[in-house]
């Protein structure tokens, strides 16, 4: 919700009319730190997936965090403003605008116990999805393309026709 402040949010959770529409997703916004990490973060309690539907994603996540959690939190790098820089691969930085209200939503669960390093590796990893696509189609995504089944469902970043995998892998 854009604009408005954490008070004002803690009214509309109040509401009769909003929490039979919008309860649960008012009272977890409430709840939610915005803070990147939170002491003990990263580690695997923040793997819970959201509806965005990449779990190939998180799987990857899941195995760095397990091996050498600090490498995934030198991946992140905080600048002004709630903006942070994401380092994947070899040289490769992906600049994070501050997440949205909708993207905690939809990406990884948000908790009071956790920071949202997760959601922001999410939203740089769908970032450069989207890239890869325009340049690929040689079309730049706007309004209902960007938000693809890479997005929004799925959770398989396989090819459609490709004859190589079956449904289980």
């Not at 408005?4 to 929490?19: C, E, G, T, V, W």
């Not at 996540?61 to 820089?85: E, H």
């Not at 009071?112 to 989207?130: H, Q, T, Y």
């Amino acid at each position: 919700f854009p604009g408005f402040s954490r008070l004002r949010l803690n009214d509309l959770a109040k509401d009769r009319r909003y929490i039979s529409m919008y309860g649960s997703d008012l009272l977890r916004l409430r709840a939610a730190h915005r803070t990147l990490f939170m002491a003990g973060d990263p580690n695997l309690r923040a793997f819970q997936q959201g509806v965005v539907g990449d779990c190939y994603l998180l799987a990857a996540v899941a195995g760095l965090v397990n091996r050498d959690r600090q490498a995934v939190r030198a991946m992140i790098i905080p600048l002004s403003g709630g903006t942070n820089a994401v380092h994947f691969g070899p040289g490769r930085v992906c600049i994070v605008p501050p997440l949205t209200d909708a993207e905690l939503l939809l990406g990884a669960r948000i908790a009071s116990d956790r920071g949202i390093w997760l959601n922001v590796i999410e939203k740089a990893f769908a970032s450069i999805r989207e890239e890869r696509r325009e340049a690929r189609t040689g079309t730049l995504l706007e309004g209902d393309d960007v938000a693809s089944p890479d997005l929004l469902g799925g959770g398989n970043p396989r090819r459609q026709g490709d004859s190589r995998h079956d449904e289980r892998g």
